[in-house]
């Protein structure tokens, strides 16, 4: 590459990178709701995947493995909610070096075999009510807390395989034993802070 290609190239690079910058810097381009969607729809596909075709098709279906809380004492399978938080811990973590990137997420219930998962703001209880009672719907609003302002969804986590209800209702911690397959059994709740 001769001097002139490469300073034409170089230019080009530096315009592109500063119209990205720009584009990132404006802020609002991608509106907060369509972001929560977006991160929901990927963290339930892979729990959905996770526990179909791994922990139903090995537990359930094979009979060659269990899945324990306990995983490592049992030589077991993560449980599809650890799994979840330990990828949300994980986020939380590396979340701390990227200024731009701020949002949580939990899972959650209002029937909590572990009861740190029971909600704890009204808008996650209201969130979790809303799901169960209205399937096939999200719930969306914006809650102040700590003095700061945060837009906070919240989706329905449904028993997608009969792994998830077959735990749970024979879960000695679980407070509901009827689940079906297909019944909204919590769910999961994004909270991306805003500008108030
Ligand atoms: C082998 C047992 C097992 C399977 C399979 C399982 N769960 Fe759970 N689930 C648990 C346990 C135990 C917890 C509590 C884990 C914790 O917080 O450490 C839990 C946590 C949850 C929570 C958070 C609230 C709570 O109950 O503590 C939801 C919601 C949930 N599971 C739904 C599901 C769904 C939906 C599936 C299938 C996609 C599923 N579970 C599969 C055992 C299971």
């Keep these: 590459m001769n001097k002139t290609k490469l300073a034409v190239s170089m230019g080009t690079a530096i315009a592109i990178a500063s ?36 922990v139903n098709r090995l537990v359930k279906k094979d009979k060659v493995i ?6 490592e004492d049992d030589k077991a399978l993560v449980l599809p909610a650890q799994m979840f938080r330990f990828g949300a811990e994980l986020v939380q973590k590396r979340s701390e070096k ?27 209880k209201d969130g979790l009510k809303f799901v169960a009672e209205n399937k096939g719907k999200n719930y969306y609003t ?3 807390l700590g003095g700061k302002k945060y837009f906070t969804a919240v989706y329905a986590d449904t028993g997608v395989a009969p792994v998830c209800v077959s735990c749970h209702n024979k879960h000695k911690d679980s407070p509901k034993r009827d689940f079906k397959l297909g019944d909204v059994m919590g769910g999961v709740v994004i909270r991306i802070p805003i500008d108030g």
Excluded: C
């Excluded at 810097?25 to 596909?45: F, I, N, R, Y």
């Excluded at 997420?105 to 009861?115: A, E, F, G, K, T």
């Design 142 to 144: 914006e809650e102040t």
């Design 66 to 71: 269990k899945a324990s809380e306990h995983f």
């Design 98 to 124: 990227l200024p731009d990137v701020n949002f949580s997420y939990s899972l959650q219930s209002l029937w909590p075999v572990n009861r740190q998962n029971a909600p704890k703001t009204k808008a996650e």
């Design 19 to 54: 119209a990205t910058t720009t584009l990132n810097a404006a802020g609002d381009m991608v509106p907060v709701k369509a972001m929560a969607d977006a991160l929901h729809l990927v963290m339930d596909s892979d729990r959905t995947i996770y526990t179909r075709k791994i």
